[in-house]
C-alpha cells in the first residue's frame, strides 16, 4: 500500500509514461480515463488501476531514471546513460566527496549523491539562482539529503586544494573552471567533462595542458532500443541520438623541467600528422 508523499509512474497501454506525486484527495488525468490517488496508493507498485473508461494503468515504482526524465526542468539534464558512465569513469565509492558544476536540473547530482551514499558528499555550484532553485527543489523531492548546492560560478569558489575525490563538469566553457576544479581534486583522482560537441572537447582537451590533468579517454555512450514485441523485433526506427562526448582525465603530480619539456613536445603534431 502506498501512501501520500510516495512517488508512482503510471504506463500506459501504448508504454508512455507518468509521473505521480500521491496525495490524499488527488486525481490522475489521461485521454484513456482518470483515476483517483488513492485508486494508485491501494494498487501499490507492480499493480495495476482500472480508468473510467474501462482502460488499464500499470502502477511502477519509478526508477532514478524515470524520475530525472519527468521531473521539472530548469537547464538541460544530463541524459541518465550518460550520468550511469561518469559515475563509472569517476570511480565513485560510498563514503566520498564529489565536486559538481553546474547543478542545472540536478539530474547528475541524484546519480553522483546516490553512488557516494548517505555518508558521502555532492558539492554542486550553479551559478543561475532560477536553476539553483530547480534542482534544490528536484533533489530535495526525490529525498535526496547530501547534496550541498552552492550558488556561484566555480571559477570563483573558494575551494580547498586536494578536498574532492571527484570532479564532474557539465557546462559550456569548462575550460575556465578547470584550474579551480583541478586544483580541488585529489591527485590521482579523476575529472569528467560532459560535452555536446566535438569542438568543445577540443577546446577543453587543449586547455587541459596547462593543468597537471592526464587525458585518458574520449568518449560516447550509445544505446540502441529495439522493439521486440513477437513476432516484430529490429530496432526502434526512432532513436536517441547523440547526447554528448566524456572527456575523462586523471589528475597527475606536476611534472617538472626536463619532463615537462618532453611531454610537451610529445604533444605537438608529428610532421606530416594530417595531411595527405
Ligand atoms: C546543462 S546544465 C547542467 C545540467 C545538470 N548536469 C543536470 O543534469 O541537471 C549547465 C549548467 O551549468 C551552469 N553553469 C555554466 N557555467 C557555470 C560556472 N562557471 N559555474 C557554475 N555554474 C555554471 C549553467 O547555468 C547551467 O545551469
New binding site residues.
Given amino acids: 500500500m502506498l501512501k501520500s508523499g510516495d512517488w508512482a509512474l503510471l504506463v500506459d497501454p501504448k508504454g508512455r509514461r507518468y509521473l505521480l506525486r500521491l496525495k490524499e484527495g488527488g486525481r490522475f488525468g489521461h485521454h484513456v480515463g482518470g483515476v483517483t490517488h488513492e485508486q494508485v496508493m491501494a494498487a501499490g507498485y507492480g499493480g495495476r488501476v482500472r480508468t473510467s473508461k474501462d482502460a488499464w494503468l500499470w502502477v511502477l515504482r519509478p526508477s532514478l531514471e524515470d524520475y ?1 526524465l519527468l521531473m521539472k ?6 541524459y541518465p546513460k550518460d ?1 550511469a558512465a561518469i559515475v563509472l569513469l569517476l570511480d565513485l565509492a560510498p563514503g566520498e566527496r564529489v565536486l ?10 541524484l546519480f553522483l549523491a546516490r553512488a557516494v551514499g548517505p555518508e558521502g558528499e555532492v558539492v554542486s ?4 539562482a532560477d ?1 539553483l532553485t530547480r ?1 534544490r527543489e ?1 533533489v530535495e523531492a526525490w529525498g535526496v539529503q547530501n547534496v550541498t548546492f552552492q550558488h ?4 570563483e ?1 573558494p575551494l580547498e586544494p586536494e578536498r574532492f575525490d571527484a570532479v ?1 563538469l ?4 569548462p575550460w ?2 578547470l584550474s579551480a576544479a583541478t586544483r580541488a581534486l585529489k591527485t590521482g583522482r579523476q575529472l569528467v567533462l ?1 560535452l555536446p560537441n566535438i569542438t568543445q572537447v577540443v577546446q577543453a582537451v587543449s586547455a587541459a595542458r596547462e593543468e597537471p590533468l592526464l587525458l585518458r579517454r574520449v568518449l560516447e555512450v550509445n544505446h540502441r532500443e529495439w522493439d521486440v514485441r513477437p513476432p516484430v523485433a529490429h530496432p526502434h526506427f526512432r532513436q536517441v541520438g547523440h547526447t554528448a562526448f566524456l572527456a575523462h582525465f586523471t589528475k597527475i603530480q606536476p611534472l617538472r623541467g626536463e619532463a615537462a619539456h618532453e611531454e610537451q613536445g610529445q604533444r605537438e603534431p608529428e610532421r606530416g600528422e594530417g595531411e595527405d
Avoid: C, H, I, P
Avoid at 555550484?125 to 543561475?128: F, G, K, S, T, W
Avoid at 556561484?152 to 571559477?155: K, N, R
Fill in positions: 530525472v526542468r530548469g537547464a538541460t539534464v544530463t550520468a559538481e558544476a553546474g547543478s542545472g536540473s540536478g539530474a547528475l547530482s555550484y550553479e551559478r543561475r536553476f534542482a528536484n556561484g560560478d566555480l571559477a569558489a564532474a557539465d557546462l559550456m566553457e575556465k573552471v560532459y
